[in-house]
């Protein structure tokens, strides 16, 4: 077993809600920490800046009425997302906050900065670095992060191009701390899938976004709904990184699926900025793992779905 942090410790479900950019919210973190699963939000999804201060208030203090209303079935801890590349501009203030309102557990991505897990670490909280390489996992654990969120392929959004077999195993030969992994997980067999490899969580993303709860279009949900892997589309021509997308919203935009241009690292941009938004609102992340995705419902319905899943899994393999 991994030696986990008590924050981590005590999951009722081995499930961290992965940050979706501009669709999470208060409402979803705070509905899927109420059903037992890590919420998690990016802390550009608050706009104008100054909303992060209201939406941090909002997701402590509902959680602690919560948990003060059920001690013998507390509420999973909550974490935000920073986007730690030199493009994201806010980066000083949004940490402040998260100093402030002593997050749990702090997601960081696209970048390790030993500053940033050293402010997390002052007040007792987990740093949890997203990877999509052994190379970048040894960089992100050297630079002080607690935990490593695998982002093998199938994954939505930015996302790696490595088997999550071949990933998790190159990262348990030297790491024995908190391990997530992410890509194409959408039901609760693959959630013990992910464990049975070597992972203590999963991190399940898409998913979610077909949920009440999710800040999406309607039609985004629907998507998710009717879609499978065969349309997800993989490029780097919206943000300059490689990332999984749904062909119908690039079709929407007026392009071509099958002949989209490169993208160029030059362009790239991370920091919520309007041509980032716009990559994002109007053409669609999404993971391969929709083919599970059935129906919108609420995050708990979802989740008791992938509770009970689970449990058919590790009977069915008789854990």
């Known amino acids: 077993m991994s030696k ?61 009425a919560y948990n003060k209303a059920n001690p013998d079935k507390p509420a999973a801890p909550f974490a935000i997302n920073q986007i730690v590349h030199k493009s994201n501009d806010r980066l000083e203030h949004d940490m402040e906050l998260v100093v402030k309102y002593k997050v749990p557990i702090v997601i960081t991505s696209l970048g390790a900065r030993t500053d940033v897990n050293d402010a997390v670490h002052s007040y007792g909280g987990v740093t949890m670095h997203d990877i999509i390489n052994n190379a970048f996992a040894k960089k992100a654990i050297e630079k002080g992060a607690d935990g490593l969120i695998a982002v093998a392929a199938g994954a939505g959004g930015h996302a790696g191009i490595k088997s999550p077999f ?63 892997s065969d349309d997800i589309v993989y490029s780097n021509l919206f943000t300059g990184v490689h990332g999984n997308y749904l062909a119908p919203s690039i079709v929407a935009a007026g392009m071509d699926p099958a002949n989209l241009p490169q993208g160029d690292l030059k362009t790239m941009n991370f920091g919520g900025g309007d041509s980032a938004k716009k990559a994002w609102k109007d053409i669609w992340g999404s993971g ?29 393999l008789a854990l």
């Open 4 to 64: 986990l942090p008590p924050v981590l410790a005590n999951l009722p479900l081995p499930i961290i809600g992965s940050p979706l950019f501009i669709i999470s919210n208060p409402k979803l973190v705070i509905a899927q920490c109420k059903a037992g699963v890590v919420g998690s939000m990016p802390a550009l999804n608050a706009r104008p800046a100054s909303q992060l201060e209201d939406w941090l208030a909002e997701i402590t203090e509902e959680l602690a």
């Open 166 to 228: 071949a990933l998790v195993q190159e990262i348990r030969q030297w790491f024995d701390g908190p391990l997530a992994l992410s890509g194409s997980i959408a039901n609760g067999a693959a959630v013990l899938a992910a464990q049975a490899m070597g992972a203590d969580f999963a991190y399940i993303g898409t998913a979610f976004i077909a949920t009440e709860e999710a800040r999406a279009s309607a039609e985004y949900k629907q998507a998710i709904v009717e879609g499978s």
């Open 288 to 316: 391969q793992g929709i083919g599970a995705v059935t129906e919108v419902g609420t995050a708990a319905s979802f989740v008791e779905k992938l509770k009970r899943e689970y449990q058919e899994a590790r009977s069915r």
